[in-house]
């Protein structure tokens, strides 16, 4: 039985590298790679550390592309291969352009889809855009889902599953985590004796403009109060993002880096005292190094990391986030307690659960425990 995993950006090759190994160790599986390369230099930076090499590439990126122009472009280009290679399912990970309108194609040809990380909701269609919506479409058009938490489970079963296969899975990001503790590629220079580095990530399209800057300024308000602090920050590329961090960041003490290979991230994030970011997936990553979260977001469709106790959602009030960082910075106990929040996704499995899954389906194994058909 042939399956297509299709992939076009970073965090979609990071959580998907680990499924495509569970899957070809399955006996009456073929699974092929498809890199639409939604994001080209990021892409292929992941597939190269993971050996991935795809057996399609459709190569769609365009400076300067629209989410609409990628689905386009996907749909125009995904179609002729799924006709030619006729897979017995398609493979679409979380909620980018690609895992839209990857799942769409394949469903205009009664091709069942399974979701990798199902369920989550934000609640709020505009926030993260196109994001939230991409994960409803997908949802609904898939065959087979892969929650990978009980929470998001039960947003599935609110939403009703209507002749969908689920099973809760945890996330596959765990499973790509326990790969790359070993090969993490650690800063070569230590901050002084004494001094606290804190990452940060910000990109999202709901803060550009005026919310940015805020934020901005209070990340200079925060090295300026704080003299034992650096701001380690990876710049989105984005224009939106670069120039104004270039124009606004401009302190000793404030380090403003090139977006980061992913081991060379992860060695920035293991050794942050803590992270700030309006990430999806880096909230996941962090829970599952110990790093406490300080969520710069109205909201979050990772409710986990803040039940947990791991994360707290600042969202786009400048006077929180100093607060939040500044107990973080000066408050022990909370650093702790934050520290050793549980974490909620999962024992590093979840890639063979997809896989049996999968299998099952086809019915080429056992129903694997709490699959729900």
């Known amino acids: 039985m042939k399956i ?89 990970q979380g909620d980018t352009t690609t895992a839209a309108a990857a799942a769409l194609c394949a469903c205009e040809r009664g091709i069942p889809v399974a979701h990798v990380e199902a369920g989550l909701r934000s609640f709020d269609l505009n ?17 087979l889902v892969f929650p990978p938490t009980p929470q998001a489970r039960a947003n599935l079963e609110r939403e009703g599953l209507h002749g969908r296969s689920v099973l ?53 308000a925060l090295v300026r109060k704080h003299e034992d602090l650096v701001l380690v920050y990876p710049v989105h590329p984005n224009p939106a993002v670069l120039d104004t961090a270039k124009r606004m960041l401009r302190h000793p003490r404030i380090r403003l880096l090139e977006p980061q290979p992913y081991l060379e991230f992860l060695g920035l994030l293991e050794r942050a005292s803590f992270l700030i970011t309006d990430s999806g997936g880096l909230q996941e990553e962090a829970v599952c190094l110990g790093k406490p979260i300080l969520v710069v977001r109205r909201n979050t469709e990772r409710p986990e990391v ?33 520290s050793r929040a549980r974490n909620p996704y999962g024992d590093g499995r979840a890639s063979q659960r997809v896989a049996a899954g999968v299998a099952h389906w086809f019915g080429l194994g056992p129903k694997p425990k709490d699959w729900k058909p």
């Open 127 to 143: 926030d993260p855009f196109p994001e939230e919506q991409n994960r409803i479409f997908i949802d609904l058009l898939s065959s």
């Open 4 to 92: 297509l995993v299709v992939m076009g950006t970073r965090p979609e090759a990071i959580k998907l590298a680990p499924v495509v190994a569970a899957l070809r160790r399955r006996k009456g599986l073929k699974t092929y790679v498809c890199a639409t390369a939604q994001h080209r230099e990021l892409l292929d930076q992941v597939l190269k550390l993971f050996a991935l090499k795809p057996d399609f590439d459709l190569d769609l990126m365009r400076p300067g592309q629209s989410p609409n122009a990628v689905a386009k472009r996907v749909l125009a280009t995904l179609g002729p291969l799924l006709d030619r290679l006729k897979p017995g399912m398609v493979v679409v």
């Open 306 to 338: 803040i039940s947990s106790g791991a994360g707290r959602l600042v969202g786009l009030d400048p006077k929180k986030l100093e607060r939040w960082s500044g107990k973080l910075l000066r408050n022990p106990a909370l650093f702790r307690r934050m």
């Open 168 to 220: 809760t899975t945890g996330n596959t990001v765990v499973d790509a985590l326990h790969w790359a503790k070993s090969r993490v590629r650690r800063p070569r220079n230590a901050p002084p004796a004494g001094v606290k580095e804190v990452l940060v990530t910000l990109h999202r399209r709901e803060i550009h403009g005026a919310p940015l800057r805020r934020i901005y300024a209070a990340l200079l």
